[in-house]
């Protein structure tokens, strides 16, 4: 991958929109739906991919549907895969009558309705998780498209360097953050989602780095955290807008709002927060992390499944521990209140 692309917040955003602009020419909608869907998602939380993919994304639904005409007429079966589960959402709704993302502020919090993104069938980022720690069925992972080389099932994998070691970036699937990708360590290596000292010391300095060049941070969910893959990765989002979590008036970024109502522990360096990190390890307990340039905010909370979250959220991670809510129903999106919000958060505090 073209290091090119770090070095200014135009660069990564400018690769990332001509990325999804190649798969969408390439794709071969009978072995590669699933490349179409992740276009979709972006069209219609982006509205910079939207301009930029215009008319194009219309011509290549209608070769999906094309493909697809026979199976979509016959009722939806157990034989679906989530693709084509997606797919039939689609045609369903119809592509122009798919709400691009909304945003509205709710006291200090944003809410964003992704009607896109409520298609998604549900994966291993619901289920109940009871430990931080545990073993992996890697056979059953697969990342989506790397951002320069696009087709990765057909060409293979490409990998950078970065701060020193290997690394790979991919589109988010179902993208709910600001150019939203995932970033991977060592794809090849299997590494689970379980963080290691030199693997946190690594993503700290990629932090720093990307912070300062091109204004991107990262997001991190451990098991029981609602990590939705279970090889070890990161999520990146592009600030400004900052999130919730980064507003200087809170106390934790030095100013004097003590109104978080998650408790929020922020370091300065890799080595402090990993003693933090490792607390959690022992003690068991799942977290979020955020990581800003030289700033990590780190949040603990109770393994997902052991509460149960409002019917209008699939489950709090990173993205809603930094004060960003997502809904799924426009009625969730009108209606959403602090109160309700609070509520949620004081479900997962840890005991």
């Keep these: ?76 079966g157990n034989g679906d895969s989530e ?49 931080v720690d545990m073993p992996v069925d890697f056979t059953k992972v697969k990342f989506h498209f790397d951002i320069e080389r696009v087709q990765i099932e057909r060409v293979g994998e490409k990998e950078f360097e970065l701060e020193g070691r290997k690394a790979s970036l991919f589109y988010n699937k179902f993208p709910f953050a600001n150019v939203h990708a995932v970033l991977v360590l060592d794809k090849t290596k299997l590494y689970r989602q379980v963080l290691q000292k030199d693997k946190h010391e690594w993503v700290c300095a990629v932090a720093r780095l990307l912070g300062a060049q091109a204004s991107i941070g990262l997001g991190y969910n451990s098991f029981g955290a609602f990590a939705s893959v279970p090889q070890l990765h990161w999520q990146t989002f592009m600030y400004p807008p900052e999130l919730p979590l980064m507003n200087p008036t809170r106390q934790f970024n030095s100013g004097t709002d003590t109104a978080y109502p998650l408790p929020v522990a922020v370091f300065k360096s890799a080595a402090e927060s990993w003693d933090w990190i490792a607390q959690c390890h022992r ?25 149960v979250h409002a019917d209008w959220t699939s489950g709090f991670a990173w993205f809603e521990c930094a004060g960003a809510i997502i809904v799924s129903a426009p009625g969730d999106f009108e209606s959403m209140t602090e109160a309700a919000i609070v509520a949620e958060y004081k479900k997962m505090a840890v005991d």
């Design 1 to 76: 991958m073209n290091r090119d692309m770090f070095d200014s917040a135009r660069a990564f955003k400018r690769a990332f929109v001509q990325g999804l602009a190649s798969i969408l020419e390439t794709f071969d909608p009978q072995t590669e739906l699933g490349a179409f869907i992740l276009v979709v998602a972006n069209f219609c939380h982006d509205q910079d991919v939207r301009g930029a993919l215009g008319s194009r994304l219309d011509e290549a639904l209608a070769r999906v549907l094309s493909v697809y005409d026979k199976q979509l007429v016959e009722p939806a």
């Design 83 to 131: 693709d084509m589960q997606v797919l039939r959402r689609i045609k369903a709704v119809g592509l122009d009558a798919i709400a691009v993302t909304r945003y509205r502020s709710v006291g200090p919090y944003v809410v964003q309705f992704n009607e896109l993104r409520s298609f998604r069938p549900k994966g291993v980022g619901a289920a109940p998780v009871t430990f």
């Design 283 to 307: 003690e068991n307990t799942a977290y979020n992390l955020l990581y800003v340039r030289n700033t990590i905010y780190c949040i603990a909370r109770r393994l997902q499944g052991s509460y």
